[in-house]
């Protein structure tokens, strides 16, 4: 795996569901605590993507749905977030 200090934290984040969708546990919970780590000093688009992702990750469904839902208010056009929504909470 590419070095994490030099990954984005959106990529991390992104990473983090892609093993938690496949099962992949721990490597999802180490990608998204990464990715806590890299966007402490990003713009707060990229710390609620990272939010999302890691609640979710940590099974904290309630809270990663309502901070999902209220991300996809502002930016309806998140890739990432309309991902994990779809597959926590298909329809």
Same mark, same amino acid.
């Given at each position: ?14 990473? @983090? ?8 546990? &721990? !490597?999802?919970? #180490?990608?998204?605590?990464? /990715? *806590? ?16 992702? @890691? ?8 809270? &990663? !749905?309502?901070? #999902?839902?209220?991300?996809? /208010? *502002? ?17």
């Amino acid at each position: 795996m590419a070095d994490r200090d030099s990954t984005p934290a959106v990529t991390l984040a992104a990473r @983090a569901w892609q093993a938690w969708t496949q099962g992949q546990v &721990a !490597s999802a919970q #180490a990608l998204a605590q990464a /990715a *806590e780590v890299a966007v402490r000093q990003r713009p707060r688009k990229e710390r609620q993507q990272v939010q999302v992702v @890691a609640l979710a990750v940590s099974g904290d469904l309630d809270r &990663a !749905s309502g901070l #999902a839902s209220e991300h996809l /208010a *502002e930016f309806p056009g998140d890739e990432l977030i309309q991902q994990v929504r779809a597959w926590a909470w298909p329809s």
